[in-house]
């Protein structure tokens, strides 16, 4: 299992900035781990914002595009988004996922793992 809690939500103004962190855990080895910021807003479906592979490869939604940035630290198994000239239509809650390669015989298997969550309010 992997455990992941994000921090760093809260309430800013209309071209501020927040950072979100997400700090996983647990006793699953991944082979390789591709990190997602998500977000869902009120009556709306969630909808990927960004995503950082192993690698350090990286990819945005087109609405969030030289705003956020994600990064991760392997080291410290801690992915991070930091949101930039914030819009009232970035209010949401954030989810951290990861998606884990795992070593299965006879073939490696994917799972998924979800935070709980953390609000984001950009007020105008």
């Known amino acids: 299992q992997v455990q992941l809690v994000e921090s760093g939500g809260g309430l800013a103004q209309a071209g501020g900035s927040l950072r979100l962190s997400c700090a996983a855990s647990?006793?699953?080895?991944?082979?390789?781990?591709?990190m997602g910021w998500y977000r869902q807003a009120p009556g709306k479906e969630r909808e990927l914002v960004a995503g950082i592979t192993s690698g350090g490869s990286t990819n945005y939604a087109d609405s969030v595009k030289g705003r956020f940035t994600i990064s991760r630290d392997n080291a410290k198994n801690t992915v991070l988004l930091q949101m930039n000239t914030l819009k009232p239509e970035d209010t949401a809650v954030y989810y951290c996922?990861?998606?884990?390669?795992?070593?299965?015989?006879?073939?490696?298997?994917?799972?998924?793992?979800w935070g709980q969550g953390t609000q984001v309010t950009v007020s105008s």
């Open positions: 647990g006793d699953t080895i991944c082979i390789s781990s591709t």
């Open positions: 996922k990861a998606s884990c390669l795992t070593r299965r015989w006879p073939n490696n298997k994917l799972y998924d793992y």
